[in-house]
């Protein structure tokens, strides 16, 4: 702070706006925003995946709270300033020093050693914005991205630190130990905990040398059926669609003649078994998502999704066969087994001649 309490000695800044301070809800507790527009998510979810991500989850919320406002006060000290934010500081590896998180307090930190004064990309903003010194950024290329890049750019995102697909494909695994050991109190809030973590994950998928390893990551991920799944299936569908998209435009969106593009052998088979895991019918998934899945399968058009198609119409006629002890199974719902009908009409030798 001193040097740049230096840099602006003499010097008369004119606010573009006037702070205002606002009261922003932190689950049952408040904190003090200064920045109208500046908000640190600290909801219940953000403060249960931030404590879970640094593995303090002993820190008591108090603990959590005075961390995070010895953090917020410099940051937006920062945006009266005029400096805007940054989330691809905590990427910056390069320029990182001693152990920072971040080279900025413009980053959402998400670390123990959070910044609490400036870094060495707040000095060189400031020095040039207020002094035209540009002696402290040159030959630094400091990394910068704000508000608007999270959602394209993989290196850019709130709350992560150092390589982000090295940070988040670790925090999938350790909030999944988190999981077992019951620290999310419920499955939805394990789900949203996971879902961001590969929403950045999938940000790499078609972008750069990381492509291949984040695709491959995601593939397992959204494949595997686990025993507490933490999406729902039509999540599933959803990651599975962007996947296969060259560039996603939104999750939401579905479309199963989309042309899929650089998927090998082995691609193409654990994708049409990852749809076949979710479109079994076992109570758990909607019809919705089973005929869109099924729908999927059949714009494959290929071996995978013709085997895919074989091995769910199998496992209709194992949910409505007969039980061991004689009891029959319940029976399917009557648009359930027109479904069931037309997959095996679609797999059938008749269609295959
Ligand atoms: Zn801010």
Do not use: W
Not at 6 to 30: D, S
Not at 147 to 155: I, R
Not at 167 to 174: C, D, E, S, V, W
Not at 178 to 197: C, H, I, K, M, V
């Amino acid at each position: 702070m001193a040097a740049i309490q230096e840099t602006l000695k003499g010097v008369e800044p004119k606010p573009r706006r006037i702070n205002r301070g606002f009261v922003m809800r932190l689950g049952t507790q408040t904190s003090l925003d200064f920045n109208p527009g500046c908000e640190y998510p600290i909801e219940d979810e953000n403060i249960l995946a931030a404590k879970a991500s640094l593995d303090v989850t002993t820190l008591t919320d108090d603990q959590a709270m005075e961390r995070i406002v010895r953090e917020v006060i410099p940051h937006e000290i920062g945006h009266t300033l005029g400096l805007r934010h940054n989330f691809k500081a905590s990427a910056d590896v390069k320029n990182l020093t001693d152990g920072a998180p971040s080279t900025t307090v413009m980053d959402y930190q998400n670390s123990l050693a959070s910044l609490t004064e400036p870094g060495p990309y707040d000095y060189a903003a400031i020095a040039y914005a207020y002094d035209g010194d540009k002696s402290l950024y040159e030959g630094k290329s400091f990394f910068f991205a704000t508000d608007g890049s999270n959602a394209v750019d993989p290196l850019s995102n709130q709350f992560d630190e150092g390589d982000p697909l090295t940070y988040y494909t670790g925090r999938y695994a350790h909030f999944a130990k988190l999981r077992d050991a019951g620290f999310f109190p419920s499955l939805a809030s394990y789900g949203r905990a996971q879902r961001r973590t590969l929403e950045v994950i999938r940000k790499f998928v078609n972008r750069g040398e990381q492509s291949k390893a984040a695709f491959d990551f995601l593939l397992k991920a959204l494949t595997e059926k686990s025993p507490t799944p933490p999406f729902s299936a039509i999540e599933r569908l959803q990651a599975m669609l962007v996947l296969t998209e060259p560039a996603p435009a939104g999750l939401a969106r579905f479309n199963p003649r989309a042309q899929y593009q650089s998927l090998d052998d082995a691609e193409e088979a654990a994708l049409a078994q990852g749809l076949v895991t979710n479109v079994v019918p076992d109570g758990k998934d909607i019809f919705e998502v089973r005929l869109a899945m099924v729908e999927t399968l059949k714009a494959r058009n290929n071996i995978y999704g013709y085997k895919a198609l074989e091995a769910i119409s199998k496992a209709y006629d194992k949910a409505t066969a007969q039980g061991a002890d004689g009891a029959q199974a319940k029976p399917l719902p009557p648009r359930e087994q027109e479904l069931a009908l037309r997959i095996k009409q679609a797999v059938s030798a008749y269609f295959n001649k």
